[in-house]
Nanobody, 125 residues
């Protein structure tokens, strides 16, 4: 069992930066692949980025590639999402999620086993 708590969201102007954090409880955090997703009002939850259990592999949605960076610190049981050059279309609730199948980086919502409560990111134009 893993509990996830996101933080770091807020209001930022277009072109600005934010760093989201996701703190995990549980001794098995390092065995999970981790992902970030987002959901804008009236839209489905969508994949943003994923990272392997050891941090050696990452994968990004095309919409954020080159602007966002996912990383993790297994000693701190925390995964991060550094978001630069933010755009108004990045406005959404951002969720972190854990995937017990750590061998692959997956983009589908249904593959992830545990979810945080989400943190709001609002980018003003």
């Amino acid at each position: 069992q893993v509990q996830l708590v996101e933080s770091g969201g807020g209001l930022v102007q277009a072109g600005g930066s934010l760093r989201l954090s996701c703190a995990a409880s549980g001794r098995t955090f390092s065995s999970y692949a981790m992902g970030w997703f987002r959901q804008a009002p009236g839209k489905e939850r969508e994949f943003v980025a994923a990272i392997s259990w050891g941090g050696g592999s990452t994968y990004y949605a095309d919409s954020v590639k080159g602007r966002f960076t996912i990383s993790r610190d297994n000693a701190k049981n925390t995964v991060y999402l550094q978001m630069n050059s933010l755009k108004p279309e990045d406005t959404a609730v951002y969720y972190c999620a854990a995937d017990r199948d750590s061998a692959r980086l997956r983009v589908g919502v249904t593959y992830y086993d545990y979810w945080g409560q989400g943190t709001q990111v609002t980018v003003s134009s």
